[in-house]
């Protein structure tokens, strides 16, 4: 029987170790980024309960940024670069649209 990630850790044993080990897991099945901040988000709820009831010192789910920024994969695709209009473009869309659309 194969248990979940961090199925076996008990909550006030928990690290960022964990954590780190859970984001790679994720990143492994293919997960969408989003899936994965939803996933990492609740596991940071829970575990902020846990510090809020003694069971840990600190939240290692919190702040993932720097864990996240390691395991992006460099190969992804980039963002698109928006191309804004001129100046000029604005100038000559809205006189043409005044002419061809007045009213």
């Known amino acids: 029987m194969m248990w979940p990630i961090l199925g076996a850790t008990p909550v006030e044993r928990m690290a960022r170790s ?15 980024p ?16 846990a510090v809020e009831d ?5 939240n290692p789910a919190l702040r993932p940024g ?3 920024r390691q395991l992006r994969d460099r190969n992804a695709p980039k963002r698109y670069v928006i191309d804004r209009y001129t100046r000029d473009e604005v100038a000559t869309l809205l006189e043409t649209a005044k002419t061809h659309y007045p009213g």
């Open 18 to 32: 964990d954590v780190k080990q859970l984001l790679l897991a994720l990143r492994g099945k293919g997960l969408r």
């Open 34 to 49: 989003r899936t994965v901040t939803g996933i990492l988000r609740t596991l940071s709820t829970v575990l902020s309960e």
């Open 54 to 58: 003694g069971k840990l010192s600190a």
């Open 66 to 68: 720097r864990l996240r």
